[in-house]
């Protein structure tokens, strides 16, 4: 079975500082790796994904996150954080041949003060 | 183009009344699927449709809940009796293709009382 931790339920950070938003999966078999985000009120929307190649991926708003296979882990970074970016994200995996279906983590709240 | 619409956006019903969800999947999407949001957990796939057939049921709480896609174009999740443990954000989801990008509704909150 697979599994995704988030290891922050919260990260305060102030505007214009780094951030990092930590994630580890478990899975014995190849897996496509996400992020998304929900902004207040909104539905998710993807910010990034690996699917093979580059393990350094980039995606919209400035993000990042790096594929590190030995470590099991896919962060998402972003090195200089906006007001706007305040909102809660979602790690997530889905297996190879089953379907597409996505396996979040609990999410992170990130929280960007001025 | 109009994304993944979801009907009612809130819902509360009272424990034992039968509830139904809506999700109209951006048009040419074949694959729908349908997740839930439990206060304090992690979002939990439900099932997948491809067109109108269930490929995948496997997170489906129990039998109260009831999934269709007639036509293979919107879908509807009935709870069917409520029980206060059904509350939570119900999303949906749709692509193109199996494992690109996943379009998520906004979701409807769902308050069993």
């Known amino acids: 079975a697979q599994s995704v931790t988030q290891l922050d339920s919260q990260v305060p950070v102030f505007e214009e500082a780094p951030v990092e938003l930590r994630c580890n999966y478990s899975s014995s078999v190849s897996v496509y790796l996400f992020w998304y985000v929900q902004y207040p009120n909104q539905g998710l929307q993807l910010l990034l994904k690996y699917l093979s190649g580059s393990t350094l991926v980039k995606g919209i708003n400035g993000f990042e996150a790096e594929f590190n296979k030995s470590q099991t882990s896919f962060h998402l970074r972003k090195p200089s954080v906006h007001i706007s970016d305040t909102a809660e994200y979602f790690c997530?995996?889905?297996?190879?041949?089953?379907?597409?279906?996505?396996?979040f983590g609990q999410g992170t709240e990130l929280s960007v003060k001025p | 183009e109009a994304g993944v619409t979801q009907f009612p956006s809130h819902s509360v019903i009272e424990k034992g009344q039968t509830v139904t969800l809506r999700c109209d999947p951006i048009s040419g999407h074949d694959n729908l699927y349908w997740y839930r949001r439990v206060m304090g957990k992690e979002i939990k796939f439900l099932l997948h449709f491809v067109k109108e057939s269930k490929q995948d049921e496997s997170g489906m709480p129990n039998n109260r809940f009831l999934a269709e896609r007639t036509g293979g174009t919107y879908s509807t999740l009935k709870v069917q009796p409520a029980e206060l443990e059904d509350s939570g954000v119900y999303f949906c989801?749709?692509?193109?293709?199996?494992?690109?990008?996943?379009?998520f509704g906004q979701g409807t909150r769902l308050t069993v009382v």
């Open positions: 997530a995996v889905s297996v190879l041949y089953q379907g597409g279906k996505l396996i």
């Open positions: 989801a749709s692509s193109q293709q199996l494992n690109t990008e996943a379009f």
